[in-house]
């Protein structure tokens, strides 16, 4: 069983900046995923359980920053120039099935096995 816990939500003005954390019971590739209101949950980025490798979706591409502290076994999801449109629940979620590799870091929500409770980020206009 590994456990998740986040934290870092919040209510930001626009153009402000968030530091989301989640914190797991062991080393895993991690993701981060979003859910908007009314909205399918989608995916923001992802992290190797090394570090090493990464990936992130298009719309949140240079804005949002994915690193891990593996003595910590914690990831953190930078958020910057924040936008009312990030305005969603995120959830972060650990994979058991994708250890093998030091690179592997999905953004399918089917590949991750574990998920955190959500953490809420309002952002105001």
């Known amino acids: 069983q590994v456990q998740l816990i986040e934290s870092g939500g919040g209510l930001v003005q626009a153009g402000g900046s968030l530091r989301l954390s989640c914190a797991a019971s062991g080393r895993y590739p991690m993701g981060w995923f979003r859910q908007a209101p009314g909205k399918e949950r989608a995916f923001v980025a992802a992290?190797?359980?090394?570090?090493?490798?990464?990936s992130y979706a298009d719309s949140w591409k240079g804005r949002f920053t994915l690193s891990r502290d593996n003595a910590k076994n914690t990831v953190y999801l930078q958020m910057n120039s924040l936008k009312p449109e990030d305005t969603a629940v995120f959830y972060c979620a650990a994979s058991t099935g994708m250890t093998g590799s030091i690179h592997s870091a999905s953004p399918q929500a089917g590949q991750y096995d574990y998920w955190g409770q959500g953490t809420q980020v309002t952002v105001s206009s």
């Open positions: 992290i190797s359980w090394s570090g090493l490798g990464t």
